[in-house]
């Protein structure tokens, strides 16, 4: 019997299959200057390494730091504020009007 794979992105690779494409990663996307207080959804690319947890997945919240190539972006999360730690590739800009449903509509 065959052992089952516990790689980086096993029993994930069907939810970021749609950002799995590397000819769609572009340099704009990889380098990106936000500004602190701005509103940004968190977005995963499949094919980019450190990618954040599933959980946050969509969800929307503001930048309070920049931390070498990423940012500290503080969400909303089962009830109380979390810090992540999100690589700049891994963000998108939004208004503060856009909500998760048009988020998922983006995709």
Do not use: C, W
């Not at 977005?43 to 990618?51: H, Q, T, W, Y």
């Amino acid at each position: 019997m065959v052992k089952r794979s516990k790689g980086l992105f096993a029993k994930r690779s069907r939810n970021l299959s749609r950002h799995h494409r590397p000819s769609a990663q572009r340099v704009r996307d990889v380098i990106k200057y936000l500004e602190i207080g701005q509103h940004v959804a968190i977005v995963p690319k499949g094919n980019m390494r450190n990618i954040p947890h599933p959980r946050y997945k969509g969800k929307i919240g503001v930048i309070t730091e920049k931390r070498k190539r990423g940012y500290v972006v503080e969400v909303v999360s089962m009830g109380a504020k979390r810090k992540l730690v999100v690589h700049a590739s891994h963000i998108e800009a939004v208004g503060p009007g856009i909500t998760k449903q048009k988020i998922k509509m983006r995709k």
